[in-house]
C-alpha cells in the first residue's frame, strides 16, 4: 500500500493494480459485451482461432477464459462440423448454483438447517403465488409427474430425478423463472445432504409413499385455489425429511 498526496496535500490511500493474466483480460471483455447486450443468449461465438486473432492473445488464453465461462454455464461447446458444433451463447440455465450449494454445504459454509429453513420459506411464499397464477396445463403436468412417481417408489434414484421435476414444475407455476431455478438448487442441495445421507434404504418406500400423499394434497390446494393450505403442506413436506435425519442419528 502507498501513500500519495494530491494536489490539496491530502494523503491517500492507494493499491498498486495487479497484472491481469491474458485469460483474465479475455474473459473480462467477454462478459463486458454480455452485460452490455451485445452477446445475447443463442448468440454463437467466433471460433477460437478467429478470437485468439481478433483479442491478439494466444489460442490458450482464449481457451481457458472459455472454460471459466463454460464451467460458469454462461456458454455451450460442441464439437462439430457448422451449425453441429462451435461455442454459443447459453439460452438455458444450468446447474452451476446447485453444484455450488452442495460444495458449500460440503466444506461449513452453512448446514442442512439452514438449506431446510431457506427452502421451506421460498417454496411456502412460491405455492401461495401459485395458486392464483396457475394454470389448468401447470396442474396436469403436475398430475403426470405424480403418476409416474408412483411406479416409480421402489427406484430411488429415478424417483428423485422426477421428484426434483415436480418440484420444479411447482414453483414455475409462481410465474418466476428464478424462484424455481433457486428452489430447483435448494431441492438438489437437500436431496444429495439428507436423503441419500440418512435415509436408509428400508425406510425409502415408507417415506416415498407419505411423500406423494403429501404431494397430491399439495396439487389440490393448487387447483382449489388456496394458498394457506398449499404452504402447509410444504412444511408438513420438509418436515418429512428432517423426521427422516433425526431418525438415523437415533434422536
Not at 460440503?106 to 438447517?113: I, K, M, S, T
Not at 425406510?203 to 396439487?219: E, I, P, S
Not at 387447483?223 to 404452504?231: E, F, K, L, S, V
Request: aromatic share 4%; glycine share 6%; hydrophobic share 40%.
Amino acid at each position: 500500500m502507498t501513500q500519495v498526496a494530491d494536489d490539496d496535500g491530502n494523503v491517500e490511500l492507494f493499491a498498486p493494480v495487479g497484472k491481469q493474466r491474458l485469460f483474465e483480460s479475455v474473459l473480462s471483455q467477454l462478459e463486458t459485451l454480455i452485460y452490455e447486450g451485445q452477446l445475447n443468449a443463442g448468440d454463437r461465438l467466433p471460433s477460437e482461432r478467429a478470437l485468439s486473432e481478433m483479442l491478439q492473445v494466444s489460442r490458450p488464453s482464449v481457451r481457458e477464459a472459455l472454460r471459466v465461462l463454460d464451467a460458469m454455464d454462461i456458454i455451450t461447446v460442441k464439437t462439430g462440423v457448422g451449425s453441429a458444433g462451435g461455442t454459443k451463447i447459453s439460452d438455458k440455465l444450468g446447474p452451476m448454483i446447485s453444484r455450488l450449494m452442495r460444495l458449500y454445504m460440503a466444506l461449513g459454509h452453512f448446514d442442512l438447517d439452514n438449506v431446510l429453513e431457506t427452502r421451506r420459506l421460498l417454496e411456502e411464499e412460491a405455492v401461495r403465488v401459485a395458486a392464483t397464477k396457475r394454470t389448468d396445463e401447470q396442474l396436469t403436468g403436475m398430475d403426470k409427474l405424480l403418476a409416474q412417481m408412483d411406479d416409480l417408489v421402489e427406484d430411488r434414484e429415478r424417483y428423485l430425478a422426477l421428484d426434483g421435476k415436480f418440484h420444479v414444475a411447482v414453483a414455475l407455476a409462481s410465474s418466476n423463472p428464478l424462484l424455481a431455478h433457486l428452489m430447483g438448487s435448494m431441492r438438489d442441495a437437500v436431496t444429495e445432504n439428507l436423503v441419500k445421507a440418512h435415509v436408509e434404504e428400508n425406510d425409502w418406500q415408507t417415506l416415498a409413499r407419505k411423500a406423494q400423499q403429501n404431494h397430491r394434497k399439495l396439487v389440490e390446494a393448487l387447483r382449489a385455489g388456496d394458498g394457506d393450505a398449499a404452504a402447509q403442506c410444504v412444511g408438513q413436506h420438509v418436515d418429512f425429511y428432517d423426521e427422516a435425519r433425526l431418525k438415523s442419528k437415533g434422536t
